[in-house]
T-cell receptor, first 109, second 118 residues
Framework: GIQVEQSPPDLILQEGANSTLRCNFS?????LQWFHQNPWGQLINLFY???GTKQNGRLSATTVATERYSLLYISSSQTTDSGVYFC???????????FGGGTRVLVKP | GAVVSQHPSRVICKSGTSVKIECRSL??????MFWYRQFPKQSLMLMAT?????????EQGVEKDKFLINHASLTLSTLTVTSAHPEDSSFYIC??????????????FGSGTRLTVV
């Protein structure tokens, strides 16, 4: 099956800093989503981005499907950005999502 | 957008008993729903694909007789953990996609169920 790797596994930021999270995947995908899991476990859908670039407030994401990676940018980080960020992909053949290992982000005040 | 509701959010049960978790699509019909399990500080692992009106498809290594899935309607899938043991303690979360909404939002997830078996 498809392999999804996220880096870095852990990230500590000072409030106000910018950061980039990376997601690499091993095969062609029809779907790529970025999620934020809050401390209560809720998965918040940040972006559906199989290709191209999207922005939503302080967050933006870019997927380069031909090179099999996606990036999530967090600008002017806030303490509420803390949590785990997951990248998940759906293979070209199939309908299930495969998750990466996640990036655990801690934003310090 | 599509909303998936999951209940209960937390459950504590005694070893050997069974627990049922519900996953509902509130504003759309879902012929397919997915059940994931997440152990502490780990990623989400797909357990099974729930198919309305037919048998669920289980991932390799997941015991179908222990994790019973029923998808009897287009808006409800249930996961029953039978004869639960402490090692079944985990965070269970379901997801679905609104087929009528295209792929604009992708998959939506329920709020999850934290199961503790004592």
């Amino acid at each position: 099956g498809i392999q999804v790797e996220q880096s870095p596994p852990d990230l500590i930021l000072q409030e106000g800093a910018n950061s980039t999270l990376r997601c690499n995947f091993s095969d062609s995908v029809n779907n790529l989503q970025w999620f934020h899991q809050n401390p209560w476990g809720q998965l918040i859908n940040l972006f559906y981005i199989p290709s191209g670039t999207k922005q939503n407030g302080r967050l933006s994401a870019t997927t380069v499907a031909t090179e099999r990676y996606s990036l999530l940018y967090i600008s002017s980080s806030q303490t509420t950005d803390s949590g785990v960020y997951f990248c998940a992909v759906r293979e070209a053949a199939g309908n299930k999502l495969t998750f990466g290992g996640g990036t655990r982000v801690l934003v310090k005040p | 957008g599509a909303v998936v509701s999951q209940h209960p959010s937390r459950v504590i049960c005694k070893s050997g008993t069974s627990v049922k978790i519900e996953c509902r699509s509130l504003d759309f019909q879902a012929t397919t729903m997915f059940w994931y399990r997440q152990f502490p500080k780990q990623s989400l692992m797909l357990m099974a694909t729930s198919n309305e009106g037919s048998k669920a498809t289980y991932e390799q290594g997941v015991e179908k007789d222990k994790f019973l899935i029923n998808h009897a309607s287009l808006t409800l899938s249930t996961l029953t953990v039978t004869s639960a043991h402490p090692e079944d303690s985990s965070f269970y979360i379901c997801s679905a996609r609104d087929p009528g909404g295209g792929w604009v939002h992708g998959y939506t997830f329920g709020s999850g169920t934290r199961l503790t078996v004592v």
